[in-house]
C-alpha cells in the first residue's frame, strides 16, 4: 500500500509541475491524455489496486480520487483560460474600424433586350394575355409544315435556315410555339410567345443570326381584323408614346390570310422624315395577318366556328427604336460602357 501512496504521491507532483507549463489547447489535451486517459499514469496506478487487501482498498481509492478530482479541476481550468486568452487575441487582431468608408459592389441591370421584352409583354398581359413558351431545336414538323410552309418552299433554303439534320432545324420564329399551343389548348386562347430565333443572317447594323421574337396569338369565335389593329395600336402607343400611329401593308405569310407588314411612325422624328426611316416617317416593325384556316383545322380548331389573329414582333428593332439605339451590334457586344446606360 505504501508503493501505491507514493507512486500517487508522485504523478500528482509531477503533474502539478508540467500543468503550468500549457500553453495550448492541444497541450492540455495531450495532459489530459498522458495523465486521465486509458493508458494514462493514475489510471495504471488504479489497475493495481487489486492486490490490495480489503482494509488497504478505500485508503488508496480515497487518496486516488482526489489526485484524480486535482488534475480534471486543474485541465478544465487552465483550458478554459488558454480559450478566453485566444478570444482576446482573435478580437484583438479582428478589429473593425467603423469609421472607415464602406466598401461599395458594383450592380448590374437587366439588358436592354430583356427590358424591351418585359415591357412588350407588359402589354401584352394587361390585355389578358398568357405567356408560352417552347423549344428553340424545333422540329421541321412545327416549323415549317404545321404552317403551310411545305417541302420545297423558299423558306426552307438552306441559306437561311440552320439544319441541324433534314428534320430538326434552330426555329427561324417562334410560330412554332403557337401550334404547340393551338394542339394542346381549347380556344379561346390569349398568348404572346417571347424567345430568341435564328436565322443565318450576315451581321450588319440591322441584321444578326440570332435574335429575339414576341409573337402573338388569339382564337376565339368572331375575332376579326378590327380586333387585330385594335391590339397593335394600343401596344405601338404604349411602348412609344401616346401619339405612334401604325400603318398596315398588304403582304404574303404562308400561315395567316389576309397578311399584312406594320408600320410605326419613326420614334426617332415622328413621322416628318428623317435618316433613321430613311426619309419615309414610317419604321417596319412587325407583321401580322388572320390565322389561315387551313393552320386551325391543321392543330384540331374547327376554322368554322373559331377565328383568330397572330403577329410578330421584332424586339431588336422595338428595343433600338425604345431607347434610341442605331446599331443592333451593341446589344450583342457586351460592352459594359454601353450597357452601364440602362441601369
Not at 458594383?106 to 408560352?132: N, Q, W
Amino acid at each position: 500500500m505504501s508503493d501505491l501512496k507514493a507512486l500517487l504521491t508522485q504523478i500528482r507532483d509531477t503533474f502539478r509541475t508540467e500543468v503550468q507549463s500549457v500553453t495550448t489547447s492541444a497541450d492540455a489535451e495531450n495532459l489530459r491524455v498522458r495523465f486521465l486517459g486509458k493508458k494514462g499514469e493514475l489510471t495504471g496506478v488504479l489497475r493495481g489496486m487489486g492486490a490490495l487487501s480489503p482494509e488497504e482498498r478505500p485508503i488508496v481509492g480515497q487518496l486516488a480520487n482526489e489526485v484524480r478530482a486535482e488534475m480534471e479541476s486543474a485541465i478544465d481550468a487552465t483550458l478554459q483560460q488558454i480559450l478566453t486568452s485566444e478570444k482576446e487575441a482573435k478580437l484583438k487582431n479582428q478589429q473593425i474600424d467603423v469609421t472607415l468608408p464602406g466598401k461599395s459592389f458594383p450592380t448590374g441591370s437587366r439588358h436592354p433586350l430583356y427590358k424591351a421584352i418585359d415591357e412588350i409583354c407588359e402589354v401584352f398581359l394587361g390585355l389578358g394575355y398568357s405567356i408560352a413558351e417552347g423549344p428553340e431545336v424545333e422540329y421541321d414538323y412545327y416549323n415549317f409544315e404545321k404552317l403551310r410552309i411545305p417541302k420545297g418552299h423558299p423558306a426552307r433554303d438552306t441559306q437561311d435556315t440552320f439544319y441541324i439534320s433534314e428534320n430538326i432545324l434552330l426555329r427561324t420564329q417562334t410560330s412554332p410555339v403557337q401550334v404547340r399551343v393551338m394542339e394542346n389548348t381549347k380556344p379561346p386562347i390569349k398568348v404572346v410567345c417571347p424567345g430568341k430565333v435564328y436565322r443565318s443572317d450576315a451581321l450588319d447594323s440591322t441584321h444578326s443570326p440570332i435574335f429575339h421574337q414576341i409573337e402573338g396569338l388569339v382564337v376565339d369565335k368572331g375575332v376579326t381584323m378590327g380586333d387585330l389593329v385594335g391590339s397593335l395600336q394600343l401596344f405601338a402607343r404604349k411602348l412609344f408614346g401616346e401619339n405612334t400611329k401604325i400603318r398596315l401593308r398588304p403582304h404574303h405569310f404562308q400561315f395567316t390570310e389576309p397578311s399584312c407588314e406594320v408600320d410605326l411612325t419613326c420614334w426617332a422624328c415622328g413621322g416628318k422624315g428623317c435618316r433613321v426611316c430613311k426619309g419615309e416617317g414610317w419604321i417596319e416593325v412587325l407583321g401580322a395577318g388572320m390565322v389561315h384556316p387551313g393552320v386551325l383545322s391543321g392543330c384540331g380548331i374547327d376554322p368554322d366556328i373559331y377565328s383568330g389573329f397572330a403577329f410578330g414582333i421584332g424586339v431588336e428593332r422595338s428595343a433600338m427604336g425604345r431607347y434610341g439605339i442605331d446599331d443592333i451590334r451593341n446589344l450583342y457586344e457586351n460592352d459594359v460602357r454601353f450597357l452601364r446606360q440602362f441601369k
